[in-house]
């Protein structure tokens, strides 16, 4: 993988490709792990390619959300945030899949425990730069198996505390492990 500059301010190049071509990959892949065009109804009320109608109904109608919709919500609300506070890089790839799969606040607070620092819940710059410290100190790959493993942890806790309700999501194993550098 070519990246340019200190590992924090890096710019995805895996073999040339251009940041627009590895975003469209990774959300490829995101609509394929949130279910792809299957319309099933979860606690978010309607869903389709991982869309909820609780998050997006008010915008959309979920049951008639197309490819391109999807495309276009996870890249400007769900990436878009992650890439200007971190850049464009594969953690970023993996906070924005957290983000989509548990939502906002809890990602910011796996991140920030995964980094050892104060758990607030603001993706603010003391945790920003803790993020970046480490990209630089460990890598990509090790910041990212820090996040997947306190991803699991997280999953692991939300089970013991209702078994009856969430240990039926056999699937957030395979979620937490996900890592773009190896997909």
């Not at 340019?4 to 590895?22: L, N, T, Y």
């Not at 730069?129 to 699991?152: F, H, P, Y």
């Not at 692991?156 to 190896?182: H, V």
Request: proline residues 3%.
């Amino acid at each position: 993988m070519g990246n340019i500059g200190s590992i924090a301010e890096q710019v995805f190049k895996p073999e040339g490709m251009e940041w627009e071509e590895s975003e469209y990959q990774f959300i490829t892949g995101l609509l394929e792990r949130e279910g792809g065009s299957k319309r099933v109804k979860d606690s978010g009320g309607w869903t389709r390619y991982g869309i909820s109608e609780y998050a997006h109904g008010d915008e959309y109608v979920i049951w008639d959300l197309t490819e391109e919709d999807a495309r276009e919500i996870y890249k400007y609300e769900y990436i878009k945030p992650i890439v200007d506070r971190v850049g464009k890089n594969n953690v970023a790839f993996k906070i924005s899949d957290m983000n989509v799969n548990i939502g906002y606040p809890q990602t910011v607070k796996i991140v920030q425990k995964a980094l050892g620092v104060d758990i607030d819940g603001k993706f603010g710059p003391s945790t920003v730069n803790a993020l970046k410290k480490a990209m630089d100190k460990w890598g990509e790959d090790e910041v990212i198996d820090r996040l997947s493993e306190t991803q699991r942890s997280f999953y692991d806790s939300l089970r013991a505390s209702n078994p009856e309700k969430y240990g039926k999501y056999g699937g957030w194993d395979e979620r937490a492990k996900y890592n773009p550098i190896k997909e």
